[in-house]
């Protein structure tokens, strides 16, 4: 016997009910557990980087204590010599110079490179970076467009010689670009004028064997000098010193197990054993800023402190506090909340950067 439809009508309808409870608790845990699945995950990102943290700051310490003493080294050099001049003074391995031992399991290097044996960009002529791109074996035409854009990008006061660095041609590339008129900050700036471009870098916008050589010469930082004591030999060539001296200048350079020679103090000093220099106004014989690099590790762990100092100008920068007697601090179990300004030293500081390009 058939039931009677009101019946069926509430069995369909608790059916339903109980359907619908069934799906809004599978909601409920579905929603739930995607939440969770999201604490988790960024629990664990976090927990990852306090512990990367963590592990970082016997590295920074042990850095930061690194270039304190690099900084009496240089400090205890220029008083000695009455002046930096060349890394063979000890300067080029202050860690040998001042007998340091690092922490125990910790790794450390430092190198001190004199930008000053550069071109500095932001103080030379359209002559000299084309003097010096030929020197590379870059066609003349092809350095005249090159120093030409650069020149145009960095100078307010430049006119263009070439209609491809005019601001016009910028404004009309997609996207376009403003000409910055101002010094350039990074070297990837140099890669977005045509000429260099389509010279110093391949099909794929990395720079080819003379754009990367071209980088090893030339510096973005200001100073008036190229010291004759660690000039490169492209720049060198480029103001004129001859090859008869330029070999002298190597072989001074050569790393051989002799007693380094005594480096230049002045021009007078060079002129002395160089004879003749090229009649410009571009030699020194100190360096003028300092690029201190160093690296601690510690197993895989690595971390990297970039700082740029001026040594000829020192006196002439922000005032600073007065220095202890070029004596390095010892290391404390307590690190140090390192900056800028809690740094000691004679020396003033351009730019400190901690891992750079990470």
């Not at 051989?256 to 220099?277: F, K, S």
Request: proline residues 6%; aromatic residues 6%; charged residues 25%.
């Amino acid at each position: 016997m058939s039931r009677p439809t009101t019946q069926l009508c509430h069995s369909a309808r608790a059916r339903f009910d109980r359907g619908s409870v069934i799906l809004f608790v599978l909601g409920l845990v579905l929603l739930t557990s995607f939440m969770l699945m999201r604490f988790i995950d960024r629990a664990h990102t976090e927990l990852l980087t306090e512990a990367k943290h963590g592990q970082q700051v016997p590295l920074r310490h042990e850095a930061y204590s690194a270039l304190q003493i690099t900084f009496a080294v240089l400090e205890d050099i220029a008083a000695i010599d009455e002046g930096l001049h060349s890394p063979n003074q000890g300067w080029g391995e202050p860690l040998d110079y001042f007998d340091y031992t690092p922490t125990e399991g910790i790794e450390l290097s430092i190198t001190v490179e004199d930008e000053s044996a550069k071109l500095s960009l932001a103080n030379t002529d359209a002559e000299t970076l084309t003097t010096l791109l030929t020197t590379m074996e870059v066609l003349n035409s092809d350095a005249e467009r090159i120093a030409d854009a650069i020149l145009a990008w960095s100078r307010p006061d430049y006119a263009a010689q070439f209609r491809e660095s005019e601001a016009n041609t910028y404004l009309r590339r997609n996207p376009a670009l403003i000409l910055p008129q101002r010094s350039l900050r990074t070297f990837d700036e140099l890669r977005l004028m045509p000429a260099v471009l389509e010279i110093l870098c391949d099909e794929n916008g990395n720079w080819n064997e003379i754009g990367r050589r071209f980088l090893d010469n030339i510096s973005l930082l200001p100073f008036e000098f190229i010291n004759l004591n660690t000039g490169r030999a492209d720049v060198l060539s480029a103001l004129g010193i001859d090859d008869t001296n330029m070999r002298a200048l190597e072989d001074r350079r050569l790393n051989d197990g002799r007693e380094p020679p005594r480096p230049y103090y002045n021009l007078a000093d060079a002129g002395a054993e160089l004879g003749n220099l090229p009649d410009t106004d571009r030699f020194g014989t100190d360096a003028q800023v300092l690029r201190i690099t160093i690296n601690a590790s510690q197993g895989g762990r690595v971390y990297k402190l970039v700082a740029i100092v001026r040594s000829g100008e020192a006196q002439q920068g922000p005032a600073r506090p007065d220095s202890p007697e070029a004596d390095a601090p010892e290391p404390t179990s307590e690190p140090r909340p390192w900056t800028r300004n809690s740094i000691d030293s004679p020396f003033q500081i351009l730019d400190i950067r901690e891992n750079p390009g990470s």
